[in-house]
Every structure is written in structure tokens, then in C-alpha cells.
T-cell receptor, first 111, second 113 residues
Framework: KNEVEQSPQNLTAQEGEFITINCSYS?????LHWLQQHPGGGIVSLFM???GKKKHGRLIATINIQEKHSSLHITASHPRDSAVYIC?????????????FGKGTKLSVKP | DAGVIQSPRHEVTEMGQEVTLRCKPI?????LFWYRQTMMRGLELLIY????????DSGMPEDRFSAKMPNASFSTLKIQPSEPRDSAVYFC???????????FGPGTRLTVL
């Protein structure tokens, strides 16, 4: 079983829809990252959070440490949001580089 | 700032050849990471450096892989000899030790025939 599980693996939405991507993990963590990988392959760090909620524009990330679960929400989705979204956890007690990655969720937003 | 720079962007080589991937981190960043991404395994951390010193290389698959960071502005990842199963996209990322956000380079797509 993977230590970081994402769901769904693939997601197709219509422009304007509210989108939720989920990440569950089985290890103790000190932080969780959400990354966005563009169709061209470039990777951008969206959020790093260890508790509560963070918001940046139309993106919202939440984490529940007790339930070992995080969600990434996109409001008013747009075709330019089409990308692979990757959850990564920083293993508690591990060194700063010890990120464990999920397999990613491929999002396609249709106009 | 130009961001993290990687070269080459694409590399095609034959099995058994030596491959060297290069990375220039963002100026002022003092932590550098090498990752590998494949369809089967997703993103994996290979090795990372703090202040040019390797901290954790437990992700390096085997002795054929080696990484160096001779100074704060340059790092290499070398595969010798290369094998077809090394085909992947290799990403370099950097960050400042006082922050948690990593900035990724565009990646090097390696194909070993």
C-alpha cells in the first residue's frame, strides 16, 4: 500500500465547476505539499501546510492531521487549471528532504 | 531571476554510456534536490544537499548513480553506466533553508536505448 494515496486518479470537469482532489497518508507528517505539474511537465509548488487551511486565489487547501487527510479545492474551474496535481508529505522526524509523493491526480477542465 | 536551470532538456543515449545531468539552483538558495519521475513510480527523491553537503542519498537507486555539488551554484547527477530502466524525467529543485517551498527546474527527459 502506498504511503500517500490520491483520489481520484483522473478527473474531468466542465468550466466553472467546483473541484476537489483528495490526499490520504499513512505516516506521521510534519507538513504536506500540493504541487501542480503543467502539461508541458513543469512543476510548481502551490501550498505547504501543516494545519488548518490556506487559500490562494481560487485554490484552497485543507488538512486534517487527526484523520491524515488533505483536500485541494478549485473554485470556478477554468481550462487553464488542467494539470496533474501532486500531494507530497514531509515524513515526521525525517530529514527536510524526505518528501513522499502521491501518484498525482490528472485534471482536465473542458470549456 | 531565471529560476532553476537544468541542462540538457532532452538526452538520448545508448545503454552503457555515461550520462551527466546539470543543475543551477536559484541564486541564494542553499538546499538542492534531485528527483526522478517515471510513469510507474511517480516522483521520487534521489538525493538532496544543504549548503553543498549531501544530507540524504538513500533514494539513489544504486552505485551507478552519483551526485555532486562542488559549489552553491552548480550540481551534477551522473549515471554510469546507463541502462534503459533509467529512462525518466529528472528534476532538480532548490529552496532557501528558511522556507519550505521548493522551486523546480524544467526537468531533463532522459531516454536510454
Amino acid at each position: 500500500k502506498n504511503e500517500v494515496e490520491q483520489s481520484p486518479q483522473n478527473l474531468t470537469a466542465q468550466e466553472g465547476e467546483f473541484i476537489t482532489i483528495n490526499c490520504s497518508y499513512s505516516v506521521g507528517i510534519s507538513a504536506l505539499h500540493w504541487l501542480q505539474q503543467h502539461p508541458g511537465g513543469g512543476i510548481v509548488s502551490l501550498f505547504m501546510l501543516s494545519s488548518g487551511k490556506k487559500k490562494h486565489g481560487r485554490l484552497i487547501a485543507t488538512i486534517n492531521i487527526q484523520e491524515k487527510h488533505s483536500s485541494l479545492h478549485i473554485t470556478a474551474s477554468h481550462p487553464r487549471d488542467s494539470a496533474v496535481y501532486i500531494c507530497a508529505v514531509l515524513n515526521y522526524g525525517g530529514s527536510q528532504g524526505n518528501l513522499i509523493f502521491g501518484k498525482g491526480t490528472k485534471l482536465s477542465v473542458k470549456p | 531571476d531565471a529560476g532553476v536551470i537544468q541542462s540538457p532538456r532532452h538526452e538520448v543515449t545508448e545503454m552503457g554510456q555515461e550520462v551527466t545531468l546539470r543543475c543551477k539552483p536559484i541564486s541564494g538558495h542553499n538546499s538542492l534536490f534531485w528527483y526522478r519521475q517515471t510513469m510507474m513510480r511517480g516522483l521520487e527523491l534521489l538525493i538532496y544537499f544543504n549548503n553543498n553537503v549531501p544530507i540524504d542519498d538513500s533514494g539513489m537507486p544504486e552505485d551507478r548513480f552519483s551526485a555532486k555539488m562542488p559549489n552553491a551554484s552548480f550540481s551534477t547527477l551522473k549515471i554510469q553506466p546507463s541502462e534503459p530502466r533509467d529512462s525518466a524525467v529528472y528534476f532538480c529543485a532548490s529552496r532557501h533553508l528558511n522556507t519550505d517551498t521548493q522551486y523546480f527546474g524544467p526537468g531533463t527527459r532522459l531516454t536510454v536505448l
